[in-house]
């Protein structure tokens, strides 16, 4: 290794270039997590091939600054002529941002463009999701394998170069020898190494049951929203769990258990019979899925039309499915007013249990929120306290 390396690309920028594009980095995460209910749902993200680098548009807020209009430009303090008070909200009158009969002269939100790869839009939607009231079961524990960062050295490979040490190590060098603590001719002596381990685990097993209708009372919009939902949740549960596994059913008036490419791709039709697809789900976790050993979670969504001579039986289904499960999830897609005989109107009034969650989704927006009361920090820990 050369005794500098001031030539590679990372060290030409100054300190205060890196602080700049940090800021701006996290600029553009606070924006991307401030759309990321318009951006979840994006088309391109569904029904692309799921490895691609995404541009996504983002609305990013200006800081406030002050102006100078034509001719008031003038060196010196201002001082206004008095009259206001604490709480004042400064710039109400004359809004020019544009809105109304007449053409605004104020500039309007911004918007950018950026590149972000699938998985970075991904750990942005998952770092507060997890899997609520999940625990230790009797067959237990599968060991799974994960990186650990144990050490820092003055060796190792370049893709363990620790940056930040390594910039800390070199602003003391300089301070030491030029009396100026400052960022500059990187050097061997400055580096610093990450060393890692591979660390085995135990993890808990646990299983999804994703349930969706496919009914043809279940229109385009309906259908897409279902498969964005499970999109997202499977890419979730493979990301933070290992030993997760996944069993996808579609029902129209008779229920069967699908691979995962037919579940996101093949559309079907005909009527509606829910009850049929809550019975394969419990014979699936008798047959399969012990609760003495497996942490279990069915989810289910549809457009909540049923025959109406179901609905009870689906809400005696749903009982017994909480009662060996940790979490059964029901997502109603249905846009503007719907009326009280849909299962969400059901499941609302005879269906009091804390490990039933319910969510009805009117917009594409909504899907994101959806994942929260699934499986937010929030859900996640209230189940953990009780």
Avoid at 122 to 141: C, Q, S, T, V
Wanted: proline share 3%; with cysteine.
């Amino acid at each position: 290794m050369n005794a500098s390396v001031s030539h590679n690309p990372d060290w030409k920028l100054s300190r205060k270039g890196l602080m700049d594009q940090q800021r701006h980095k996290e600029k553009i995460k606070e924006a991307l997590k401030e759309n990321l209910p318009e951006i979840l749902s994006n088309e391109d993200i569904i029904l692309g091939d799921g490895n691609k680098v995404l541009r996504v548009p983002v609305r990013v807020r200006n800081l406030p600054k002050f102006r100078f209009t034509e001719g008031e430009k003038a060196e010196g303090v201002g001082q206004g002529s008095g009259g206001s008070k604490v709480g004042d909200v400064v710039g109400q009158a004359g809004d020019q941002s544009g809105q109304g009969p007449q053409a605004g002269s104020e500039p309007g939100t911004d918007y950018y463009e950026t590149d972000i790869t699938l998985d970075e839009l991904a750990a942005l939607i998952f770092e507060d999701l997890g899997l609520p009231n999940l625990e230790d079961k009797r067959a237990a524990h599968i060991e799974a394998e994960s990186v650990k960062f144990t050490d820092i050295r003055k060796t190792g490979i370049m893709g363990n170069l620790d940056k930040r040490r390594t910039i800390r190590e070199n602003i003391k060098r300089n301070a030491a020898t030029t009396g100026k603590a400052e960022f500059k001719d990187i050097r061997t002596e400055d580096l610093r190494f990450k060393t890692w381990e591979v660390e085995t685990k135990p993890e808990s097993n646990a299983v999804i049951l994703a349930m969706m209708d496919v009914s043809g009372s279940m229109g385009e919009f309906e259908k897409y929203i279902a498969r964005t939902f499970y999109f997202w949740m499977v890419r979730f549960l493979r990301t933070k769990y290992q030993n997760v596994e996944i069993v996808f059913i579609s029902h129209h008036t008779e229920a069967k258990e699908v691979t995962e490419h037919e579940f996101f791709h093949k559309g079907e039709s005909g009527g509606t019979k829910v009850s049929s697809v809550y019975q394969l789900a419990l014979e699936i976790i008798e047959q399969r899925y012990s609760p003495a050993d497996w942490n279990i979670y069915p989810f289910h969504f549809s457009d909540g039309d049923n025959m109406f001579s179901d609905n009870a039986l689906c809400v005696d289904l749903i009982n017994l499915l909480i009662a060996v499960s940790q979490m059964v999830g029901y997502g109603q897609i249905k846009q503007g007013w719907y009326p009280a005989g849909t299962l969400g109107a059901v499941y609302s009034r005879e269906i009091e249990n804390p490990k039933f969650r319910q969510v009805t989704i009117q917009e594409k927006e909504d899907v994101y929120p959806a994942l929260q009361k699934f499986f937010g920090k929030e859900q996640v820990e209230a189940a953990a306290a009780k």
